[in-house]
């Protein structure tokens, strides 16, 4: 009888391990499938935001529930699909407005994170924030706004040092373009020409000046076109490009690691054909305007050249697509694959399981038919059967006196440790910690901690631990105090309202008021 429970035992165990091991790969592929697919990360919505920016938005809207980001974190995502995105007819026609509508809600979101407490401790997302401020109000021709984010703007360079004075010099040319919008002339050229004198000085070949430098000269461009003042444009223009020409014969003397420059040969090509694309249109008007036609046809032809590089690289791009979309396409169909040879093992395996649980039961029914008759011979033979010793009651007593002691002591491990505050935390990881089976775990928690399951355990010390922390350091946020206690914001907020019926500011409120 030994024998067929060790056979029926090597049955269960066969299944369970097939069972885990269909279940690993079905896993495995899925994360096969999902590396090329959308997951809901802040790297995942900005690789779709310029041609896709409703995906986005979805994309960071899940990212918040699944607690990938913060609120604050969202909010800046948001703030930049809303204004750079290059499907802006998209959002405009989501809200149900004249074109350009988006911008009111970048300027909402920006605006509001402004006085946000992190941003006030962060002077580069400040910056970033302030950078899409200042390109919302120059796109709607807010020339209050445009002035007062961009002397902000320039303050928070200033703060950083040296190192962001190419940013600085940056703003200082939106500042003198918005002083021109505003009738300022005189203080805006002045300002714009001492920042172009600055970004000329510069003798060594650096990316981000020659950025800055690209920057501020377009900016006198536009300023000098609104007055129609072409023939000043020609120069500009063409220093323009033979700064992007020079780019573009020597990149590598322009590395300077900074986060403004372009990650590969890519994006360094489409950043050269941006630029180099719009000055020669500028050309292009200012030579119609002086009647120089011979000049004109040249430039139309440089276009022509440009339009056709692009349109080159276009189709390179749409045939990576497709070949990622085929690997894709296998990757499904080996995942069906693997998911019919799963369930087939696991149909055979059950069927196994079943004809064995039937061996067992039969022999069981046998064994037993067997010991009453070996009884009742015994009863004939005059034999009396050995006693079975009874349970201890003192080893009882001292077993649930020690299990109490080893409760006490993973409750006293999880709290002074604060192992609660790793929101991934598992009934594994406390089981391997104090070399437990799971169900010596599982019988601990039904006995000691009113049978609550183990994720329950956790969330009543999380909740307390909140509750502590709300009470006794009112300078923290709740957004800090949910971090900190392991959980995200929004789950915190569920857990107080199902337990104690009402939000974390209305329990501090609360507090405060008695």
């Known amino acids: 009888m030994r024998h067929r429970l060790l056979i029926c035992i090597f049955f269960v165990a066969a299944f369970i391990i097939t069972l885990m091991t269909g279940c690993t790969e079905r896993v495995e592929t899925k994360q096969v499938l999902q590396t090329q697919d959308t997951t809901y990360t802040q790297q995942a919505a900005m690789k779709v935001y310029d041609y896709d920016p409703v995906r986005a938005l979805e994309i960071v809207d899940s990212a918040v529930i699944v607690g990938n980001l ?24 989501l809200f149900q407005g004249p074109d350009g509508v988006r911008f009111d809600s970048a300027r909402v979101i920006g605006e509001r994170l402004l006085v946000h407490d992190s941003l006030k401790a962060n002077i580069g997302m400040r910056q970033n924030v302030l950078e899409v401020l200042v390109y919302v109000a120059r796109q709607q021709q807010d020339t209050a706004r445009w002035l007062r984010h961009s002397q902000e703007l320039v303050e928070v360079c200033h703060q950083q040092g040296d190192d962001a004075e190419p940013e600085a010099l940056r703003t200082e040319a939106e500042v003198g373009a918005v002083l021109c919008a505003m009738g300022q002339r005189e203080r805006g050229m002045a300002r714009l020409d001492s920042v172009i004198a600055i970004l ?18 377009k900016r006198k461009i536009s300023v000098l ?15 323009i490009i033979d700064r992007l020409d020079d780019y573009e014969r020597h990149p590598q003397d322009y590395h300077d690691g900074t986060y403004r420059e372009p990650a590969d040969s890519t994006e360094r090509a489409d950043y050269i054909h941006f630029y180099r694309t719009q000055m020669q249109g ?8 002086l009647g120089e036609q011979g000049s004109m046809e040249d430039i139309y032809e440089q276009i022509e050249q440009s339009v056709r590089d692009v349109t080159a690289r276009e189709h390179i791009a749409r045939y990576h697509a497709l070949e990622q979309q085929m690997h894709r396409q296998e990757a499904e169909s080996r995942s069906r694959m693997m998911t019919f040879v799963a369930n087939a093992s696991v149909s055979g395996l059950l069927v196994i399981l079943i004809f064995a649980a039937y061996i067992y039961f039969q022999n069981r029914r046998i064994r037993q038919k067997n010991q009453l008759l070996i009884r009742q011979m015994n009863q004939l033979l005059g034999v009396e059967p050995a006693p079975s010793p009874e349970p201890s009651m003192a080893v009882s007593a001292a077993e649930a006196d020690d299990t109490a002691a080893l409760f006490r002591t993973i409750d006293q491990c999880i709290r002074s440790e604060r192992l609660y505050a790793n929101a991934y935390i598992q009934r594994q990881d406390i089981c391997d910690r104090f070399n437990l089976r799971r169900e010596v775990l599982n019988q601990l ?11 329950n355990y956790i969330n009543g010390i999380r909740l307390s631990e909140a509750c502590r922390l709300l009470k006794n350091e009112p300078e923290k946020t709740v957004v800090a105090i949910a971090d900190e206690v392991g959980l995200s914001p929004r789950y915190l907020r569920r857990l107080f309202v199902e337990q104690y019926g009402v939000t974390p500011t209305e329990y501090r409120t609360g507090l405060s008021d008695s």
Not at 77 to 87: A, E, F
Not at 282 to 289: D, K, P
Not at 445 to 455: M, N, R, V
Request: hydrophobic share 40%; proline share 3%; with cysteine.
């Open 70 to 93: 913060s609120e604050v974190r969202a909010d800046c995502l948001r703030l930049r699909i809303y204004s750079w995105t290059l499907m802006g007819q998209t959002l405009d026609s």
């Open 225 to 239: 076109e609104n007055e129609e003042k072409y023939i000043e444009t020609v120069p500009l223009a063409r220093r």
């Open 282 to 289: 500028r050309l292009t008007a200012a030579y119609a305007a």
């Open 445 to 455: 928690l039904a006995t000691h901690a009113d049978g609550q399951s183990f994720p």
């Open 200 to 217: 000329d000085s510069r003798e060594h070949r650096q990316f981000n000046w020659l950025d800055a430098t690209v920057i501020a000269l």
